[in-house]
């Protein structure tokens, strides 16, 4: 594929607001998971809850609160201004806009439903299910907000959502269809995912510790991260971070349970490899999946070292910001581009007796170090699995 600049990105979770405050994040090992307090939610698990949503400011911004995840991350880092350049040089119909979520606005719709009519079962007036639960909630308010007229498109593949709006727009710029790309998406918060992931028993009752050998279960997050893909010219910095492959694939093994050998997860990756023209030997690190599950980070760990051995840093940041599900692509592969910029390899906090049956190079504590090429992995429930290559330019 052709390589395209991230000429900016922006990012909010639970570690905070902006490129700043989650880079100091990962390298102190700070994280954002506390008891869940969420809601009316029950629950013995932590999670990474984004504090000041319900504040005046971003009510006015947006009544749904997957849209006011969004709204967050758009006010950060210059994002505005840098697509603001963007829509002079090429035009708001010119710029594409490829946003995903897996959420969307279920939590409006879990309230809307506490206030139904108890005769007609009708919902409230005020409930707008267009502006919130509808899956397309988040690319139209991404393009309203940044004023873009371009094709718009949501997508929602599970976890590997904002991981794959990268191909879908790297394959429309390609095709001619636009010039550029707002790339990435938002999840928060809700009731059906907590208690959902609960029935499954996959929650962590602690901040999840991926690769541990204790490991027992994830820790849910919020969150959102959008950045503007274009193709390099000499206005970009040399230092500027590029996409240099997308890898996708689908083994459709299991509803929830991945590949025991991490088929689907290991062809994703040489996918991605074969994209970028790279070989395994290129990559300098590499962002795990890593959701603690025991199924999940064994199965990872087969696909890694059998396509990279056991030699390349990797580590999963979800210890820090929980599994963000449909945002962990973006805010993955942002984090991945920190890493290359500031020469960081991200460590795993929570993570304090590494599992001796995986074999992967795993970082427990963040260190510095150059990193001039990235991958990213993203790999959600139904097997639908992308990875991702970011590099110097």
């Known amino acids: 594929m052709q390589p395209l600049v991230l000429s900016g990105f922006s990012i909010v979770s639970g570690l905070g607001d902006g490129l700043n405050t989650t880079l100091d994040a990962l ?19 932590h999670v990474g809850e984004i504090p000041g949503l319900d504040d005046p400011a971003s009510l006015a911004a947006a009544a749904c609160r997957n849209s006011r995840v969004a709204w967050r991350a758009l006010e950060q880092d210059g994002f505005g201004h840098a697509v603001a350049l963007a829509r002079e040089k090429y035009g708001p119909d010119r710029i594409g806009v490829f946003a995903g979520t897996s959420t969307s606005g279920i939590l409006e719709s879990e309230l809307a439903y506490r206030q139904r009519n108890s005769a007609t079962g009708r919902l409230p007036a005020a409930f707008d299910y267009a502006k919130s639960h509808n899956t397309f909630s988040v690319a ?6 940044l004023g873009l007229d371009g094709p718009a498109v949501a997508l929602s593949s599970a976890c590997a959502t904002t991981a794959k709006v990268f191909g879908a727009a790297s394959r429309m710029i390609a095709s001619g269809l636009c010039d550029a790309a707002v790339v990435g998406g938002a999840d928060s918060l809700c009731l059906t995912t907590l208690y959902g992931f609960h029935s499954l028993n996959l929650l962590s009752t602690q901040p999840c510790r991926p690769f541990d050998r204790e490991r027992d279960g994830i820790s849910i997050g919020e969150g959102a991260g959008f950045a503007l893909l274009e193709k390099p010219d000499s206005s970009h910095a040399e230092d500027a971070v590029m996409l240099l492959g997308v890898g996708e694939s689908n083994d459709a093994y299991h509803m929830s349970t991945p590949h025991p050998e991490g088929v689907g997860a290991r062809l994703a990756m040489e ?3 074969a994209s970028a023209n790279l070989a395994p030997k ?19 760990d087969i696909a890694v070292t059998g396509l ?7 580590s999963s940041t979800k210890g820090q910001t929980g599994h963000t599900l449909g945002a962990a692509g973006i805010i993955e592969a942002i984090i991945s581009s920190l890493s290359i910029r500031h ?3 991200p460590g795993s906090p929570n993570t304090q007796d590494l599992d001796t049956s995986l074999h992967s190079r795993y970082i427990v504590k963040s260190q510095p170090a150059r990193v001039n ?3 990213s992995n993203s790999f959600g429930f139904g097997g639908s699995n992308c990875s991702l290559i970011l590099g110097r330019a």
């Open 140 to 145: 139209a308010f991404v393009a309203e907000h």
């Open 373 to 375: 090429r990235a991958m």
């Open 271 to 273: 996918r991605a490899l």
């Open 27 to 45: 390298r102190t090992g700070r994280i954002g998971l506390a008891p869940c307090r969420f809601e009316t939610v029950k629950l013995p698990t």
């Open 308 to 314: 990279f051995g056991t030699g390349t840093p990797c």
């Open 282 to 300: 290129d990559i300098d690190y590499i962002n795990l999946h890593g959701t603690a599950t025991k199924p999940g980070d064994a199965s990872e």
């Open 343 to 345: 020469g960081l390899l």
